[in-house]
């Protein structure tokens, strides 16, 4: 086996998004305000979670842990990219464009097949309602949420094993802000296709396994709305799975188009735009999706609030 580290070039060279030195600034500004807001959202969520007792339910267990999952795939890519906005020197060593690669794999497989115990707990809640406490149990939750860690560590892990076997000869610049696996690939002077197959068959597998769940559920869920003969009790239903909806859509939307193709396929712009919105700019939404049209979060903020001032 060859590892990356037996290659003929030192290092790796993130060529970024841009070149001009306005543009690289502006854009550097940009992502600081969205890190930022990222941090604060899903740290403030989770705290929110845990500090009021009426949210310490299976939605919100799930929910505290989708924003740690999106706080740290963020960490992963966010830091990097603003340092390399704003610095000349843009290299990065072996280890450090395979570790960066390891984590976010295993941060998004893992979130990947969050959503999916996520879209179980909402098909529960709608369609068994009066069932839910009993069928949702601490064990339950805590077996739908340790299955998606396992599965995500076995997708980074599998990556990895199959990435360590490229070799790399004279060119070393990624077209990319961040180690992924199509741009890597792209560099690599050994026969890819093995890699490339199989990194594809592990992607797809996560991708498409976690979607057929989420889609199953969805279908059930839509099913037994229809059912309801009020319109405002189908409205309230459709409330409670509306934000999860959306999330879905905007992550699997821009992972699908990404990881779903060969390496031949790979469209530098295309792929860019598609990588800023799911590992910066979608982290930062899911705490808004979740709170901005949620009551429940709502009175939550404004009963810590009172304690607060109480204190």
Same mark, same amino acid.
């Given at each position: 086996?060859?590892?990356?580290?037996?290659?003929?070039?030192?290092d790796?060279?993130?060529l970024?998004?841009?070149? /001009? $030195?306005e543009?690289?600034?502006?854009?550097?500004?940009?992502f600081?305000?969205?890190?930022?807001?990222?941090? #604060?959202?899903?740290?403030?969520?989770?705290?929110?979670?845990?500090?009021?007792?009426?949210?310490?339910?299976?939605?919100?267990?799930?929910?505290?842990?989708?924003?740690?999952?999106?706080l740290?795939?963020?960490?992963?890519?966010?830091?990097? *990219?603003?340092?390399?906005?704003?610095?000349?020197?843009?290299?990065?060593?072996?280890? =450090?464009?395979?570790?960066?690669m390891?984590?976010? @794999?295993?941060?998004?497989?893992?979130?990947?097949?969050?959503?999916?115990?996520?879209?179980?707990?909402?098909?529960? *809640?709608?369609?068994?309602?009066?069932?839910?406490?009993?069928i949702?149990s601490?064990g339950?939750?805590? =077996?739908?949420? *340790?299955?998606?860690?396992? #599965? =995500?560590?076995?997708d980074?892990?599998?990556?990895? @094993?199959?990435?360590?076997?490229?070799h790399?000869?004279?060119v070393?610049? @990624?077209?990319?802000?961040?180690?992924?696996? /199509?741009?890597?690939?792209?560099?690599?002077?050994s026969?890819?296709?093995?890699?490339?197959?199989?990194?594809?068959?592990? $992607?797809?597998?996560?991708?498409?396994?976690?979607?057929?769940?989420?889609?199953?559920?969805?279908?059930?869920?839509?099913?037994?709305? #229809?059912?309801?003969?009020?319109? /405002? =009790?189908?409205?309230? *239903?459709f409330s409670?799975? $509306?934000?999860?909806?959306?999330?879905?859509?905007?992550?699997?939307?821009?992972?699908?188009?990404?990881?779903?193709?060969?390496k031949?396929s790979?469209?530098?712009?295309k792929?860019?735009?598609a990588?800023?919105?799911?590992?910066?700019?979608?982290?930062? #939404?899911?705490?808004?999706?979740?709170?901005?049209?949620?009551?429940?979060?709502?009175n939550?903020?404004?009963?810590?609030?009172?304690?607060?001032?109480?204190l």
């Amino acid at each position: 086996m060859v590892r990356p580290n037996s290659t003929d070039v030192p290092d790796f060279i993130l060529l970024g998004l841009v070149d /001009s $030195a306005e543009t690289q600034l502006g854009l550097f500004l940009l992502f600081l305000l969205i890190y930022l807001v990222t941090v #604060l959202g899903n740290a403030g969520m989770i705290l929110l979670i845990c500090l009021d007792p009426q949210l310490h339910t299976p939605m919100y267990f799930f929910l505290t842990h989708l924003s740690f999952l999106d706080l740290s795939y963020s960490s992963v890519i966010t830091p990097r *990219a603003l340092q390399d906005l704003v610095s000349s020197t843009k290299s990065i060593s072996f280890l =450090g464009c395979f570790t960066q690669m390891y984590f976010f @794999i295993l941060f998004g497989g893992t979130e990947c097949f969050l959503l999916s115990s996520m879209a179980y707990d909402r098909y529960v *809640a709608i369609c068994s309602p009066l069932h839910y406490p009993v069928i949702m149990s601490p064990g339950l939750c805590w =077996g739908l949420l *340790a299955g998606p860690y396992v #599965l =995500g560590f076995f997708d980074s892990t599998i990556n990895a @094993i199959f990435m360590s076997r490229l070799h790399f000869c004279n060119v070393n610049v @990624i077209h990319h802000f961040y180690c992924d696996t /199509s741009p890597v690939l792209a560099l690599s002077c050994s026969d890819t296709y093995k890699v490339e197959i199989m990194v594809l068959l592990v $992607a797809g597998s996560t991708l498409i396994v976690s979607l057929i769940t989420i889609s199953g559920s969805y279908m059930s869920i839509l099913s037994t709305i #229809l059912k309801i003969n009020s319109t /405002s =009790g189908k409205q309230k *239903a459709f409330s409670t799975c $509306a934000s999860h909806l959306v999330g879905v859509s905007i992550f699997y939307s821009t992972m699908m188009f990404t990881y779903l193709k060969p390496k031949q396929s790979y469209s530098l712009g295309k792929d860019q735009v598609a990588s800023v919105f799911y590992t910066i700019v979608t982290p930062m #939404l899911n705490p808004l999706i979740y709170s901005l049209r949620n009551r429940e979060v709502k009175n939550a903020v404004l009963r810590v609030l009172e304690k607060g001032v109480g204190l």
